[in-house]
């Protein structure tokens, strides 16, 4: 069922005004962003004619713009990288570690997001990797998937990584070692490391004349200034939180399509759009219990605003995987541990299957629908042929 109110209806709304407004000021990758999520499933794609294979019933199915920021398109793009990571599951309980910028960094991410956001990347996963290695802790290489999340729940900027950990890992004189049931490693120990890694290769990043600085942030081009600006986040705990285990590889793969092709605002949240603004349900994580719900009314050029700064640099991968997992040797590290935990490995040559048809079916009888007809971008399919006299009407003549 398609929402009473989405993204799009928005952006075709309100766009062209907000792109007249901030001409100069937004991104290729911003305008190109706007431009296909209004024409998404619209006949600027163009599309196809579906039709049911039992009842002949017909309708028209416009092309999706497969944009990773379009709320409509991610679902799909979420079925299509779930199906491909259950074969990666080891059967061992899977943790959720989250970690945080805080605001200080976050402010300097706002306009360095590519180098920031790789950083911050680059610093939680040694940081993962280093402590689990640590004979102290686990002594074991981990296998990490991390995914970025620039958001609140607002939409505002607020830079943090969600990661999935398999609990144990494989030791240097290959064995398996499994965490404790319900805990992986220290978060204290997590966020001083996190910490130090992170601000020694900012300020290196800083130094190599690498950060860029805007509006009321210009004066941290000063070296002294930046130090003097990091100076409170040398002193404060730095935010990393670890979930308890899940229950299984279902669990895993049901939180993964939740969050691995996640935007800032999915349609779902949207309450109404008029000459007020936009109204949208969010949560106000400083209420617990059912305060926690909350419901927020932006001005449109507002809401926009909020949406686009978080669309991410052209070519920049928002998933990631390291140790175990990571694509240079995940299958034959999978493969050790799957022969550590005795458990059946994968097939080298899985059965190739047929891919799972996403269609709805036919809204009057639940047949297959198929597609009878394609049409390119910016065209119409054709209308339905006239039914022709039969040779006795056009004799008869008209009445």
């Excluded at 296998?143 to 030791?171: D, E, F, K, N, Y």
Aim: aromatic fraction near 8%; proline fraction near 7%.
């Amino acid at each position: 069922m398609r929402s009473t109110i989405e993204v799009a209806d928005i952006f075709r709304a309100a766009g062209p005004a907000y792109r007249a407004a901030h001409a100069g000021h937004l991104s290729l990758d911003q305008l190109k962003v706007m431009s296909a999520i209004e024409s998404c499933r619209t006949a600027a794609l163009g599309g196809h004619v579906e039709a049911c294979s039992d009842c002949g019933h017909q309708r028209i199915a416009y092309n999706s713009c497969r944009n990773r920021h379009c709320p409509r398109c991610q679902g799909a793009a979420a079925r299509t990288w779930l199906e491909a990571q259950e074969a990666n599951l080891l059967p061992v309980g899977y943790f959720h570690v989250v970690f945080t910028l805080p605001a200080e960094i976050a402010d300097i991410a706002f306009h360095n997001k590519a180098v920031v956001y790789d950083l911050l990347f680059k610093a939680t996963s040694q940081t993962m990797l280093t402590i689990a290695a640590d004979p102290k802790h686990l002594g074991v290489r981990i296998g990490i998937t991390a995914v970025l999340h620039t958001w609140g729940s607002a939409m505002t900027h607020h830079p943090h990584i969600h990661m999935i950990v398999p609990g144990g890992g494989i030791s240097p004189d290959g064995r398996w070692i499994s965490s404790r049931p319900a805990f992986l490693l220290p978060i204290r120990v997590l966020g001083a490391l996190f910490r130090r890694l992170f601000l020694t290769r900012l300020l290196e990043l800083h130094d190599a004349r690498k950060l860029a600085f805007f509006g009321k942030l210009a004066g941290l081009s000063d070296r002294r200034a930046f130090q003097r600006h990091l100076a409170p986040t040398r002193k404060k705990r730095w935010v990393v939180y670890a979930k308890a285990p899940f229950a299984g590889p279902e669990a895993v793969l049901a939180y993964l399509s939740r969050y691995t092709h996640r935007v800032a605002i999915s349609n779902s949240r949207l309450i109404a759009f008029d000459e007020t603004g936009v109204t949208f349900r969010y949560k106000d994580y400083r209420r617990s219990g059912l305060d926690r719900q909350q419901v927020m009314t932006l001005f449109a050029d507002e809401f926009i605003r909020r949406f686009l700064i978080h669309v991410l640099p052209r070519g920049f991968h928002r998933i990631r995987h390291y140790g175990l997992l990571a694509s240079s040797a995940r299958k034959d590290c999978l493969a050790q541990a799957r022969d550590l935990l005795e458990v059946a490995p994968a097939p080298d040559d899985p059965l190739i299957q047929e891919p799972a048809d996403h269609r709805p079916p036919c809204p009057c009888c639940g047949g297959t629908m198929i597609i009878i007809e394609s049409f390119a971008f910016g065209c119409r399919p054709r209308a339905p042929p006239e039914a022709k006299p039969s040779n006795r009407e056009t004799a008869r003549g008209p009445a």
